[in-house]
């Protein structure tokens, strides 16, 4: 069964430097998706994204987080310069929904959700 | 805005005895329904989800849940849990296609034997 893979699973860093969070979505999705999950706390979200463009995003995904799909495979999520306040798991979600088909909708807009990378900013 | 509800934070269940999760939202219209579960240090993974139609869905792992327009509910139940089961669970909804999911805090669930 094709499901979304994400590297890698955990990463530590110090506070100001960039990393880079690595999603593969599912080969036939359209519609990709950041999540965080702060330890304990409930699963936010951070940015939608669809045909090369962002979609939507939230308060949390300010100048300092970028996305991209620099491939025809992989999508990804930047830091710019960590906080320790970015100390969270990411997820990364697909779907193969698509706004351009009259007939989407139902069980092509459902998010299948990748393991997460734990991020560490020390 | 959207909301959701998960009134339990923990619940401690007997192996081979039902359950019924709670969930309640905030959201003008039908929103489309989810339920995911957390194992420790695992990813979301589906267990079922509602769009339309019969109220009643069935899902994984002999999971099912039950969409309650009037109560703007949908809980989450199995008859017989396992010890397997325990992990966290998280309902989720979105008003529609293509929309962020909006999460509630999550249920953790305990099973002894």
């Known amino acids: 069964e094709p499901e979304v893979t994400q590297t890698p699973s955990h990463q530590v860093t110090q506070m100001g430097q960039e990393v880079i969070l690595r999603c593969v979505p599912i080969?036939?999705?359209?519609?990709f998706y950041w999540y965080r999950q702060i330890l304990g706390q409930k699963v936010e979200f951070l940015v939608s994204f669809y045909n090369n463009e962002i979609s939507e995003k939230s308060e949390i995904f300010d100048d300092q987080f970028s996305v991209e799909r620099p491939d025809g495979s992989n999508f990804t999520l930047k830091i710019r310069s960590t906080k320790l306040e970015d100390s969270a798991m990411y997820f990364c979600?697909?779907?193969?929904?698509?706004?351009?088909?009259?007939?989407?909708?139902?069980?092509?807009?459902?998010?299948?959700f990748g393991p997460g990378t734990r991020l560490t900013v020390l | 805005a959207q909301s959701v509800t998960q009134p339990d934070i923990h619940i401690t269940v007997s192996e081979g005895a039902s359950l019924e999760l709670r969930c309640n939202y905030s959201y003008g219209a039908t929103p489309y329904l989810f339920w995911y579960v957390q194992s420790p240090g695992q990813g979301l993974q589906l267990l079922l989800k509602y769009f339309s139609g019969d109220t009643l869905v069935q899902g994984i792992k002999g999971f099912e849940a039950e969409f309650k327009r009037s109560q703007s509910s949908f809980n989450l139940r199995k008859p017989s849990v396992h010890w397997s089961d325990a992990a966290e669970y998280f309902c989720?909804?979105?008003?529609?296609?293509?929309?962020?999911?909006?999460f509630g805090k999550g249920t953790r669930l305990s099973v002894i034997a």
């Open positions: 080969s036939n999705h359209l519609y």
């Open positions: 979600a697909s779907s193969e929904t698509d706004p351009t088909n009259p007939l989407s909708g139902g069980d092509t807009d459902t998010q299948y």
């Open positions: 989720a909804v979105a008003p529609s296609g293509n929309t962020p999911l909006v």
